[in-house]
């Protein structure tokens, strides 16, 4: 059974800094590429990254690129988002997915973590 299960979340200032961790079971990790998706309160999903099965090819939604940064260990089948310079439009809860492939579609949701920005 495939397993995704999100931490990290919760309420940060703007212009702080959180780090999200999704931890994978079930399926082999090290296989798949892994994307996060969020939601803000009242809207629909949005694709925030993408990260290839090995690490080397990401991909980033371009209203979070240069200050999120998705990484993976795949020792840990641990996926991460570094998520600095925090702005109250990112308030949403982030899901962690698994792609089927590069740009494959998802197949697989964990159960969302929610990010707050807020004075």
């Known amino acids: 059974e495939v397993q995704l299960v999100e931490s990290g979340g919760g309420l940060v200032q703007p212009g702080g800094s959180l780090r999200l961790s999704c931890a994978a079971s079930g399926f082999t990790f090290s296989n798949y590429a892994m994307s996060w998706v969020r939601q803000a309160p009242g809207k629909g999903l949005e694709w925030v990254s993408v990260i290839n099965n090995n690490g080397i090819r990401t991909s980033y939604v371009d209203s979070v690129k240069g200050r999120f940064t998705i990484s993976r260990d795949n020792a840990k089948n641990t996926l991460y988002l570094q998520m600095n310079s925090l702005k109250p439009e990112d308030t949403a809860v982030y899901y962690c997915?698994?792609?089927?492939?590069?740009?494959?579609?998802?197949?697989?949701w964990g159960q969302g973590t929610q990010v707050t920005v807020s004075s």
């Open positions: 997915a698994k792609d089927r492939g590069w740009f494959d579609g998802i197949d697989y």
